[in-house]
């Protein structure tokens, strides 16, 4: 093996234990409002009401908050098979930027494009964008796994556009599903993971 090769493993790996650290404590927190109950969700749910009046914090707070048990279980399971999948991509700070951008482009968009949206709650908006960035690099290189995954993600975004949720999917979760938040979240995670991709190269080129 050449110098080169086990350079860029040994970058991958070192992103892969980084990388634990924000997808453990996404799911810890989610784990932790859970177990708030009511009261967690009230206080930390999307409130368009409550951040009007300066709540501002349920911008990304609402992410963690979900509908039931099933809800946050898919979300997990969905959190832990992105971390394993694309997790060796960036190291953590890049990966703490995605996952804001994403949350932040999903509760972003809502409130100023969707005034008939009065609440919302989940971390699937999130999922959509820490997908859409890890997948970049692998992307760029092209990578038949990462372009692979591009198109099952393109997929479900036009399925969602054109024919609404998955079906079966707002059963499974125990509510409603608005998919504009899923299309909103990889927006903000490709645009991120863009910016991390060329911020990390700018990095290991100095």
């Not at 992307?139 to 997929?155: D, I």
């Amino acid at each position: 093996m050449g110098f080169r090769a086990r350079t860029q493993r040994t970058i991958r790996s070192d992103s892969a234990r980084g990388a634990i650290v924000p997808f453990t404590l996404v799911g810890v927190a989610c784990v932790a409002v859970a177990a708030g109950g009511p009261a967690a969700f009230a206080a930390l749910s999307f409130d368009r009401d409550a951040i009007e009046a300066g709540a501002v914090w349920r911008l990304l707070t609402a992410h963690l908050v979900h509908l039931g048990t099933m809800h946050l279980a898919l979300n997990l399971v969905g959190l832990a098979l992105i971390g394993w999948i694309t997790g060796g991509e960036f190291r953590w700070p890049a990966w703490v930027a995605i996952g804001l951008a994403s949350g932040l482009s999903v509760s972003g968009s809502l409130y100023a494009f969707h005034p008939e949206v009065s609440w919302y709650v989940g971390l699937s908006g999130v999922l959509h964008g820490l997908l859409a960035g890890g997948i970049v690099p692998g992307v760029a290189r092209r990578r038949p796994e990462s372009l692979l995954l591009l198109a099952v993600l393109l997929f479900k975004l036009a399925w969602e556009a054109v024919a609404g949720p998955i079906p079966g999917s707002a059963e499974t979760a125990g509510g409603p599903v608005l998919v504009e938040a899923h299309r909103y979240g990889a927006l903000g995670g490709a645009a991120a993971g863009l910016l991390a991709r060329f911020w990390e190269r700018s990095v290991r080129s100095v």
